[in-house]
């Protein structure tokens, strides 16, 4: 049993870390699941498009996929989206089935690809 609570101990202890760090232009990848089920990719260097955005991260583009399709995220990146700054999402639904969907930064519409 103590065993098992230090093994608890331990993992949380590297989520916390993990989470905590944030390197610039690196994608921090998790090889649990347990840790972070997807993927980030890092967006574009260049901020100056940043500033009229309503979708300015990749963790708000995943919640705003996922308010509009079920499933688990695998990957997200930056992407243009109609010409726009944008994010495209990687989906994996319940029945094994992946899907991309894009989500426009400027103003927050959802497509399915």
Request: glycine residues 8%; proline residues 4%; hydrophobic residues 40%.
């Amino acid at each position: 049993m103590q065993r098992m609570l230090k093994l608890n101990a331990i993992l949380l202890g590297l989520m916390l870390v993990i989470s905590s760090h944030s390197v610039a232009g690196t994608s921090l990848v998790a090889t649990s699941s347990i840790v972070a089920p997807f993927q980030l990719v890092p967006g574009p260097k260049d901020n100056r498009q940043s500033k009229n955005l309503v979708v300015s991260s990749a963790q708000q583009a995943i919640q705003i996929a996922k308010r509009s399709y079920s499933g688990k995220v695998l990957k997200v990146q930056s992407s243009s989206v109609n010409g726009n700054p944008g994010y495209r999402v990687k989906l994996l639904t319940n029945d094994g089935v992946i899907f991309y969907v894009s989500v426009d930064a400027t103003n927050g519409s959802v497509s399915r690809n």
